[in-house]
């Protein structure tokens, strides 16, 4: 600690220099926790779906409609403990695509199937009594303003009225809750009013949810679950919900992979710009180097003063990055349209603030290392 203010003194130098690596590596670490951020609302559905549930969809496509009746065999079969139907909606809102998951179910069993959607018990009396009720996550009504007792048109983007109208309207009765990683943005209403007022596709779903026993015992009951419907009109498919979301998430292409590759060019640049700050202070400095080990800092202490300038520039810099980016997205500054769940999670957090201090000692390694060889003879020679 006794030296920090000699490191200081030495970054102000040149504060123009230092306030651009400053920025540079600041803005490497905004991006840093952007994209990982954004990695999270691809992969969350993938992180947090249940090892206890299925998803049954037509064979061909999930896009394909099943028959609504398959619930009652479903439901009868050894090792399931409950079932429910899933209808993708789709709509708009506002005059553009909804980009929250809207679907039509039976609210009440499709809740009891994600435990982790907290309802009050108040709210779900009142979806009972209100056949256009719906219940909503409570980041969508956050980021669109609405309240209990709001009346809400959808656009009929997919499934038109039957009235001939363009738009559908519920009655917001209630919103879901969960804890800070939950999904949080999903709009649910009831199946039997969607059923009885839609102009085409009475008594078809898109999928079922359907939970089981024991998560062991996943792949007989999905082999037992498409046997059953092999030989009928609409085949099905049976998979973990993992597996699902994952293919998803997939269609978008490998977005791990893609961030690891930007993230990776983008530090390795900074590292560069860093480590070349580092060897030109080092280098207008060779006198002064000379002049501390001649007043007996020895080769190790002027090392860890080298190295100590570059990690106090990438940490403060990363850490105020990151610390900017934590209290941005707890706001909901970033709760944009394509990608309603936004999660900075601790372990990005962590992993970005490791990153800080490597850059900083990789970066200082180099010009730390010479400046540690520094002959005193040669350094006033040279000068």
Same mark, same amino acid.
């Given at each position: 600690?006794?030296?920090?203010?000699?490191?200081?003194?030495?970054?102000?130098?040149?504060?123009?220099?230092?306030?651009?690596?400053?920025?540079?590596?600041?803005? +490497?670490?905004?991006?840093?926790?952007?994209?990982?951020?954004?990695?999270?609302?691809?992969?969350?559905?993938?992180?947090?779906?249940?090892? =206890?549930?299925?998803?049954?969809?037509?064979?061909?496509?999930?896009?394909? @409609?099943?028959?609504? +009746?398959?619930?009652?065999?479903? +439901?009868?079969?050894?090792?399931?403990?409950?079932?429910?139907?899933?209808?993708?909606?789709?709509?708009?809102?506002?005059?553009?695509?909804?980009?929250?998951?809207?679907?039509?179910?039976?609210?009440?069993?499709?809740?009891?199937?994600?435990?982790?959607?907290?309802?009050?018990?108040?709210?779900?009396?009142?979806?009972?009594?209100?056949?256009?009720?719906?219940?909503?996550?409570?980041?969508?009504?956050?980021?669109?303003?609405?309240?209990?007792?709001?009346?809400? #048109?959808?656009?009929?983007?997919?499934?038109? #009225?039957?009235?001939?109208?363009?738009?559908?309207?519920?009655?917001?009765?209630?919103?879901?809750?969960?804890?800070?990683?939950?999904?949080?943005?999903?709009?649910?209403?009831?199946?039997?009013?969607?059923?009885?007022?839609?102009?085409?596709?009475?008594?078809?779903?898109?999928?079922?949810?359907?939970?089981? &026993?024991?998560?062991?015992?996943?792949?007989?009951?999905?082999?037992?679950?498409?046997?059953?419907?092999?030989?009928?009109?609409?085949?099905?498919?049976?998979?973990?919900?993992?597996?699902?979301?994952? =293919?998803?998430?997939?269609?978008?292409?490998?977005?791990?992979?893609?961030?690891?590759?930007?993230?990776?060019?983008?530090?390795?640049?900074?590292?560069?710009?860093?480590?070349?700050? @580092?060897?030109?202070?080092?280098?207008?400095?060779?006198?002064?180097?000379?002049?501390?080990?001649?007043?007996?800092? +020895?080769?190790?202490?002027?090392?860890?003063?080298?190295? &100590?300038?570059?990690?106090?520039? &990438?940490?403060?810099?990363?850490?105020?990055?990151? &610390?900017?980016?934590?209290?941005?997205?707890?706001?909901?500054?970033?709760?944009?349209? @394509?990608?309603?769940?936004?999660?900075?999670?601790?372990?990005?957090?962590?992993?970005?603030?490791?990153?800080?201090?490597?850059?900083?000692?990789?970066?200082?390694?180099? #010009?730390?290392?010479?400046?540690?060889?520094?002959?005193?003879?040669?350094?006033?020679?040279?000068?």
């Amino acid at each position: 600690m006794k030296y920090l203010p000699l490191v200081w003194r030495n970054l102000l130098r040149r504060k123009f220099r230092t306030v651009f690596t400053v920025g540079c590596i600041f803005i +490497s670490f905004v991006l840093y926790g952007f994209l990982m951020i954004v990695n999270a609302a691809f992969t969350q559905g993938v992180d947090f779906a249940g090892a =206890d549930r299925l998803w049954l969809f037509h064979k061909v496509s999930i896009i394909q @409609m099943i028959p609504a +009746s398959y619930l009652n065999d479903i +439901s009868a079969t050894p090792g399931v403990t409950l079932a429910t139907h899933c209808t993708w909606f789709g709509g708009s809102y506002q005059g553009k695509p909804s980009q929250f998951a809207t679907f039509a179910t039976d609210v009440e069993t499709y809740l009891k199937l994600y435990p982790e959607f907290k309802v009050p018990e108040e709210q779900l009396a009142a979806l009972r009594a209100d056949r256009q009720g719906a219940i909503v996550g409570r980041d969508t009504a956050k980021k669109y303003g609405w309240k209990i007792g709001d009346r809400v #048109p959808l656009g009929a983007d997919i499934w038109m #009225p039957k009235d001939g109208g363009q738009a559908w309207y519920f009655n917001i009765v209630g919103f879901y809750d969960g804890d800070k990683n939950a999904d949080k943005t999903q709009f649910l209403f009831r199946h039997d009013y969607f059923d009885e007022n839609r102009r085409a596709g009475k008594g078809t779903v898109s999928w079922y949810v359907v939970k089981i &026993a024991d998560p062991s015992t996943s792949a007989a009951i999905a082999a037992k679950l498409d046997d059953h419907f092999a030989n009928s009109e609409y085949e099905t498919k049976t998979q973990p919900e993992k597996a699902v979301i994952a =293919d998803f998430a997939k269609q978008t292409g490998n977005i791990g992979a893609m961030i690891t590759a930007v993230l990776a060019v983008v530090f390795f640049v900074t590292l560069l710009v860093v480590a070349n700050t @580092m060897a030109q202070s080092v280098r207008e400095r060779t006198s002064e180097l000379a002049v501390l080990k001649t007043l007996g800092f +020895s080769g190790p202490t002027v090392l860890m003063l080298v190295l &100590a300038e570059s990690l106090v520039i &990438a940490v403060i810099a990363g850490w105020a990055a990151l &610390a900017l980016m934590y209290v941005l997205v707890g706001r909901g500054s970033f709760n944009i349209a @394509m990608l309603p769940v936004f999660v900075f999670s601790n372990r990005a957090i962590v992993l970005g603030a490791i990153m800080a201090v490597g850059l900083g000692l990789l970066a200082g390694a180099l #010009p730390a290392t010479a400046a540690m060889r520094l002959k005193i003879v040669d350094a006033l020679r040279r000068n």
